[in-house]
């Protein structure tokens, strides 16, 4: 029998339950799944918290996985028994040992990657691809400010935006984290908790400010990421970990001709030339070396509940996984 995390009522980590989930055979167009890793993020604790009412209850959590094809259904061209395939899907459904999934979501996972690589680094490499080639085309010598950058996104962002040949300026909340932003890739690393994140950003920059910036805090940093653009300057908020920004006019933006964008990735990933695009380039940086995302936190699929309090309390500059 199938096994998956399932949430009835929203709540803490308590409401991560483990139950038998029979699967059935997959329908015209579907696969059915083994998973082999489950990736765990921040949305999936603002589902099972029900900050996001985006799960129709009961229902199983988790957007990416990686796994291993056990039968096609009827119109499936291009996949195989014994496949090895990832994910990342709004549909959600992944913190489950199988699932019956739509086999145009998949992924095929080149051979030179193992599961654990590719679970570790799909959804924020994707999410990443998107930030810094999609929403905004970080270019040689543009001034990018990273929120966070020592977090689990915001490593790779820094990673990227070094490779790119930006000017990385990060932000940190503890002095702790400055060795991890700078061997992220951060020229620049400002501590938010005695300075100034738009003051120091302009001192840095001889008063030109930051072509773009990349703020997945939210209400605490989403200001001091406004003021310090500069003029015809990018803000991309993907993020909330610290609530919900309050108080924001479109008008805010007009003193420096600024734009803003809130991009989500659920909303790329369906379109298959840009989902495989994008995955093109994470397995790329992957494959030269020079994208790295650190070694992963396993939990079993039955202490869900604990990766959550895992991430929670100590955040996700490493990734986490579920092992079915």
Known sequence: MAKAII???YGGPEKLILRDNPVGRPGPGQVRLRHTLIGVNYHDIYVRSGLYKTLSLPGIPGVEAAGVVEEVGSAVDLLRRGDRVCYVSGAYGGYATDRLIDASLLIAIPPAFTDTVVASALLRGLTTVMLMSEVFKVKHADVVLIQAAA????????QW????GALVIGTVLEEALISKAKAAGCHHV???RSENVAERVMSLTNGRGANVAYDGVGKATFKGSLDALAVLGHLVSYGQSSGMVEGFQVSDLASKSLTLSRPILFDYIPNPQIRNRMAKEVFAALEEGWLGVGAPREFPLAEAGASHRALEADGASSPILLVP
């Open 190 to 192: 400002i501590l938010t």
């Open 161 to 164: 935006a070094a490779r790119k």
């Open 151 to 158: 977090g689990g996104v915001g490593q790779l962002l820094c």
């Open 7 to 9: 949430v009835e009522e």
